[in-house]
């Protein structure tokens, strides 16, 4: 079963995600350009969204290169002098990842750590603890070495944390330690034709006097507004599998998911734009007829703006008309789909018997039609 989330935001003016000259990223689609928001921009902001450790009832999982950090601290916490356990998480991570060669405390790369495999480190170097520290002094390894060989046995194909479930994990030099995720998430894109916008900004120094002219700073930054379309799929048998078959967690991590998906917003530049802007339509669809639908060629042809302006109610039309279209020519058979639409007059033609009325209802219904709801 696949559970389809597609969404149309509308942003004023932002900078949400920016690509490496500082302005917004783009893309072309339909033969113009487009605003864009990158996929692991979405999947970090939802992943560390409150509502999503709120809802799975797990704390979202640790990326870092510093896995030196995350087995120090515990085992300070459990009574060891800090140099011993700064010797002793360096002997392990070497024995787990390849480090840095320039920096023995930190990792190649970044690796993916759920809280539960954190503690099953430390604990399991707590349990052995005189005896490795012997053997680093010895300038031995042995116990170490298969102390994390151990590890990967225990996590191989699975996981705890809800966000590697979805999201996934891959360490090419340790493919015992990769998960395959369970959540695809598309690159947001804008409905419509965007060009990008340069804002020139200028800051007063407060001590400058009268005969100091001129700004204490100037600078120039990029933004657009945008109307996106948001489209993300969850597997739910990959999810499944990937936490090890526990049912009530992964159930939780999916209405975890789509609550977070609803609420979370990139935070790139909001302190200059304060782009805080919900969703004006929802479109949730439980599937088991093993195909999925992506609506983004509703948009191909962009869309222009109404006579008076205004992007979202002809984008609600749109996606409303693809969907009947798709409907009609490959059929809807063992899919249901779910509607929350904002505007009271949004232009509903084929979804307008699926709506319902607020966020906990849609969720609910997406939730119920897993296996055992």
């Known amino acids: 079963m696949f559970v389809e989330v ?42 560390l969204h409150p509502v999503f450790a709120r809802t799975t009832e797990v704390e979202p999982a640790t990326r870092t290169r510093w896995i030196t950090r995350l087995i120090v601290k515990p085992l300070i916490a459990a009574g060891k002098p800090a140099e011993q356990a700064q010797s002793v998480a360096e002997t392990f991570a070497t024995q787990y990842c390849k480090m840095d060669s320039k920096e023995k405390s930190r990792s190649s790369v970044l690796l993916y ?32 070495e298969g102390m994390a060989k151990e590890l990967f046995k225990a996590i191989k194909d699975r ?25 695809q998430v598309a ?22 006097t009268d005969e100091e002219t001129g700004a204490g700073m100037m600078g120039v930054t990029g933004f657009n507004s945008a109307c996106f379309y948001r489209y993300a799929r969850v597997d739910w ?8 078959g526990d049912a009530a967690l992964a159930r939780k991590t999916v209405e975890g998911f789509l ?16 782009a805080q802007n919900m969703p004006d339509f929802l479109l949730g669809v439980a599937r088991d007829d093993g195909q999925s639908w992506s609506l983004a060629n509703a948009f191909e042809t962009p869309v222009r703006p109404a006579r008076d302006g205004g992007l979202m ?55 119920n039609r897993l296996p055992g709801g």
């Open 237 to 244: 048998e990959q999810l499944l599998a990937n936490l090890g």
């Open 159 to 183: 996981t705890s944390a809800p966000d590697i479930a979805l999201f996934g994990r891959m360490l090419a030099e340790k493919p015992e330690l990769n998960i395959d995720a369970a959540c």
């Open 113 to 144: 750590l759920s809280a539960s495999e954190i503690q099953a480190i430390t604990q399991a170097l707590l349990r052995q603890w005189d005896n490795i520290v012997a053997e680093i002094k010895e300038n031995k390894g042995p116990l170490v």
């Open 313 to 367: 109610a002809a984008s609600i039309e749109k996606l409303d008309a693809y969907w009947g279209s798709l409907a009609q020519k490959f059929g809807q058979d063992g899919l249901e789909p779910v509607v929350l639409a904002v505007p009271p007059d949004a232009p509903l033609t084929h979804l307008r018997a699926a709506a319902v009325p607020n966020l906990d209802t849609w969720v609910t219904r997406l939730v």
């Open 259 to 274: 609550r977070a998906a609803v609420l979370a917003i990139p935070t790139g530049k909001q302190n200059s734009f304060a």
């Open 187 to 208: 690159h947001a894109l804008s409905t419509h034709r965007v060009n990008m916008e340069m804002d020139f900004y200028t800051a007063v120094d407060d001590l400058s």
């Open 6 to 47: 597609h969404m149309l935001q509308n942003f004023a003016p932002s900078n949400l995600n920016r690509d490496d000259t500082g302005n917004p990223k783009d893309s072309e689609f339909g033969g113009v350009r487009r605003a864009r928001i990158s996929s692991q921009c979405i999947k970090r902001a939802i992943r």
